[in-house]
C-alpha cells in the first residue's frame, strides 16, 4: 500500500515525498494544484486533487493508501477545519498517521494543533505526533523579504532563543516513523536543531555569510501584526496564529534541545549557518 502525502509541494511534505522515495515506498502527493505537483515529482508519485475544504477530495485520497502524512495548511487557522478529514481517515483503517504538530504543544492549548492532536488520538487512529521547533525556511522564506531588500530581520521574538530545524530535517523524521509503523505507532517526538539562537545571532550569520549588515529590528507584536497584514498582505488568521506562536517564544518555549531527531534518523541535525549558506541566494 502507498503512502498519502498532504502539503506535498509544502516546506517540510515535498521533502517527506523524497525521503520516502528513497526508502522505496509508494507515494500519493496530494494538494490542490496539480501542476505544482507534477513539476515538482513529474511521475515518481501519484498526484492527486485534494483539498481539506472539499470533502468530495478526500475519497480520491484515500483509496490506496494505508499511512499517511497530514499537515495543516497554515491558513486554514481553525483545527476544524481538519477534522471532516480525520473522520475520514478513521474509516479507513490507516496503520499509521503521522501528524505535522508544534514543539511544546502537550502544553500549550492555543494553536490549532493542540486540538489536532487530540481529535487524532480521540478518533483511535495509530498516531505519531512530530513535534518541530522553528523551521529555518522562515527566515529564508517569509522573513527574506526584509533581509534581502532592507537588511533587517522583521520578527517580534524579543530577546528569545529558537533551536530552529530544517524542514529536509523534518521530512526525513517522518517518512522515518512513516516507514516503520508497527514500531512508531502511538508515539510524539520532538525534534529541534542542535543549538539555540536569538536574532540577534542570527542576524550574525548571515551578515557574516552575505558580508552586509543585517541587522535585528526587534518589532513589539503590533508593529509586526500591522506590517504583515496591511504592508504585506498577509492572511490575517495566518499573522494571528505566528504572533501566538511568536508570545510563546518569548516565555521561552522554542528554546529546548531534544535528541529525538538523532535518535530516530542516527543523523546530527544541520545547523543554521550551514543552512544559511546553502540558501544563500535567498537572503
Ligand atoms: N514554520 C514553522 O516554523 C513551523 C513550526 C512547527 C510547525 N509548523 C506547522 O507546519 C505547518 C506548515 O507546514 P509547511 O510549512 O510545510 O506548509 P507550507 O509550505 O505553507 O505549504 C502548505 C501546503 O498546503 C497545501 N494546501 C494549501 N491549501 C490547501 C487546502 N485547502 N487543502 C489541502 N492542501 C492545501 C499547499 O499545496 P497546494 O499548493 O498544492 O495547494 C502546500 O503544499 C503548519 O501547520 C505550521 O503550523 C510550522
Redesign the pocket.
Known amino acids: 500500500m502507498k503512502i498519502l502525502v ?8 515535498r521533502y517527506v515525498v523524497k525521503e520516502l522515495l528513497k526508502m522505496g515506498e509508494e507515494v500519493v502527493a ?4 496539480i501542476s ?2 507534477q513539476n515538482l515529482f513529474g511521475d515518481c508519485v501519484e498526484a492527486v486533487e ?4 472539499k470533502p468530495e477530495t478526500f475519497e480520491g485520497a484515500l483509496s490506496s493508501v494505508d499511512r499517511i502524512f497530514l ?6 487557522g481553525k483545527p476544524e477545519d481538519l477534522y471532516p478529514f480525520i473522520k475520514a481517515a478513521q474509516k479507513h483503517s490507516v496503520k499509521l498517521l503521522s501528524f ?4 511544546g504543544i502537550e502544553k500549550n492549548t492555543v ?1 490549532p ?1 493542540y486540538k489536532i492532536e487530540k481529535y487524532i488520538e480521540a478518533a483511535g487512529i495509530p498516531f505519531a505526533h512530530i513535534r ?4 529555518m ?2 527566515v529564508s522564506g517569509i522573513h527574506s523579504e526584509e533581509i534581502k531588500e532592507k537588511d533587517m530581520i522583521f520578527i517580534p521574538a524579543g530577546r528569545s532563543k529558537t533551536s530552529f530545524i530544517d ?1 529536509s530535517d523534518i521530512g526525513l523524521a517522518i517518512a522515518t516513523v512513516l516507514n516503520d509503523s508497527t514500531k512508531h505507532k502511538n508515539t510524539a517526538y520532538t525534534i529541534t536543531g542542535a543549538e539555540a539562537l536569538d536574532y540577534y545571532q542570527v542576524a550574525d550569520i548571515l551578515s557574516k555569510l552575505t558580508g552586509r549588515r543585517i541587522t535585528y529590528a526587534k518589532p513589539g507584536f503590533l508593529k509586526y501584526r500591522n506590517y504583515y497584514i496591511k504592508q504585506r498582505g498577509l492572511d490575517k488568521e495566518y499573522v494571528n ?1 505566528t504572533v501566538a506562536l511568536y508570545f510563546m517564544t518569548r516565555m521561552g518555549t522554542a528554546k529546548a534541545i531534544t535528541k529525538d531527531y538523532y535518535n530516530l534518523t542516527g543523523r546530527c541535525p544541520k545547523s543554521f549557518e550551514d543552512f544559511a549558506r546553502e540558501n544563500i541566494d535567498t537572503f
Not at 30 to 33: E, I, K, L, P, R
Not at 50 to 53: C, G, K, P, Q, S
Not at 71 to 76: A, C, T, V
Not at 100 to 103: A, E, K, Y
Open positions: 498532504t502539503g506535498a509541494s509544502g516546506n517540510v511534505g496530494a494538494g490542490t494544484d505544482r505537483l485534494f483539498d481539506f475544504t499537515m495543516r495548511p497554515p491558513h486554514l505535522l504538530s508544534l514543539m494553536p494543533h518541530p521547533g522553528f523551521f525556511q522562515n524542514a496564529v
